[in-house]
């Protein structure tokens, strides 16, 4: 029993009943719409023996970086490993089991090797994507789609979905302007793709272009938030450009509202609502009681599963005063870099001393936060993340060197982030403090 796609590719155990509800989680996944699971559970039930189907879900748990998931990708995995499938579904499985147990590296060149032989398979690109992502591995965000973007057409069912992960590839390489103009294409075909929607925001937000950026993600909010679980990260973005221009109220607004007016226990949501509120307490801003709720959900999710949620847990921990949580979250730190899986490395490259800094900056302890910041800034993308996330790290560091008083570093940091970003208001913010700390 086997069903061949659109694209030519077998899948083993289905039929064209059971393959309609996983292409509908395909695309719901594409879009970044929708309920994938739900879809993937109605394939699955419909053919048990369904290997692709099982490989789906289990990629769907396993890319969500929270232990209670990575258990079910686990499970899924179990699942797939003794049904019969091809030499192509068998990699998918071997991926997946990789996935599941944290080896993120060796699933994503698993993904790879899948997409180098068969570039029209789109869960192979798109998973193996988001892992580059995860990885922080701006070269093959680019190249790993860009390989395969020769093999798709005008017309192909989920097209739009491979020029938005080429534009944020692109994005994250500093080719804004074919990113941008991939970007839009991809929007153009697909209003709802909210991948390639927050792949244009990215450009705007590298170039600090924040009207642009306000305009383009107040154009048409309504096709990138509708059922869509990327939204809350890209009304994050819309955050960012208010932020940068200095419009507290409407980035604080948009926190109280999209961002985290429900409150999610998501790590994904969470990860937003921390990075947003911690860049406005770098500002001196006054977010009230905003920490302690965030904080009250952080200390329910499980620290040392990812090292980049555990940055952004601190912050909260710290906005909140939350000593004793702040310390479990050091002590799973600890433990975590003694594990066999990638994560021991995110932790202890970039994850462990960066996650001190922030608790050092709450102590005010600036200088120490200046001393663990500094040696990890140029391997901060081996945690994972983009360049917009990571900001945060530089922005902690400028804002601490002008905190301790050291006038030298802050004018440079300052030059430094003028230069990389000179339309920026808050880089001529920074530049101005640094400028009057040097004459006081």
Request: include cysteine; charged fraction near 20%; aromatic fraction near 8%.
């Amino acid at each position: 029993m086997a069903v061949r796609d659109a694209f030519g590719l077998t899948f083993s155990g289905a039929t064209e009943a059971g393959f309609s509800p996983y292409s509908q989680a395909l695309r719901e996944l594409q879009c970044f719409i929708g309920d994938p699971v739900g879809s993937i559970d109605r394939a699955i039930a419909e053919h048990p023996g369904f290997v692709m189907a099982h490989v789906f879900k289990g990629y769907l748990f396993g890319l969500a970086t929270e232990r209670e998931a990575t258990a079910v990708a686990k499970t899924c995995h179990e699942a797939a490993l003794p049904l019969a499938a091809t030499p192509r579904e068998q990699a998918h499985v071997a991926a997946l089991g990789h996935l599941a147990a944290g080896r993120w590296h060796e699933a994503a060149r698993l993904l790879e090797d899948i997409a180098i032989e068969f570039p029209l398979d789109a869960l192979a690109l798109q998973t193996g994507h988001q892992i580059d992502f995860f990885t922080g591995n701006a070269r093959m965000l680019r190249d790993r789609i860009g390989r395969a973007l020769p093999s798709w057409q005008s017309g192909m069912p989920g097209y739009h979905a491979v020029l938005g992960m080429q534009a944020f590839g692109l994005e994250e390489m500093g080719d804004y302007a074919r990113a941008e103009k991939l970007g839009r294409m991809a929007v153009d075909i697909e209003p709802r793709d909210g991948w390639a929607q927050h792949a244009v925001a990215h450009v705007m937000e590298m170039q600090s272009r924040q009207r642009d950026g306000i305009a383009w993600m107040r154009a048409n909010p309504d096709a990138w938030t509708r059922e869509s679980f990327l939204k809350v990260h890209n009304w994050w973005h819309l955050a960012l450009f208010h932020y940068d221009l200095g419009e507290t109220d409407e980035a604080l607004a948009l926190y109280d509202g999209p961002i985290y007016g429900e409150r999610s226990t998501l790590a994904v949501n969470m990860v937003d609502a921390s990075a947003i509120l911690w860049r406005l307490h770098l500002g001196g801003v006054d977010v009230g009681g905003r920490w302690a709720a965030l904080a009250a959900n952080w200390v329910k999710a499980s620290a040392g599963n990812y090292a980049f949620n555990d940055a952004h847990a601190m912050m909260a921990l710290v906005g909140a005063g939350q000593e004793t949580p702040a310390r479990t979250l050091l002590e799973a730190q600890h433990e975590a870099m003694h594990a066999n899986d990638d994560n021991a490395a995110f932790t202890r490259d970039v994850g462990h001393p960066l996650t001190l800094a922030i608790k050092a900056f709450g102590d005010g302890n600036y200088a120490e936060t200046v001393r663990l910041i500094r040696p990890i800034r140029a391997i901060a993308h081996r945690f994972g993340g983009s360049h917009a996330q990571r900001d945060v790290i530089d922005l902690t560091l400028i804002e601490a060197a002008l905190r301790s008083g050291d006038r030298a570093l802050a004018r440079a940091l300052a030059a430094e982030r003028a230069l990389a970003r000179p339309e920026s208001p808050l880089s001529a913010l920074l530049s101005r403090r640094a400028a009057d700390l040097s004459e006081n």
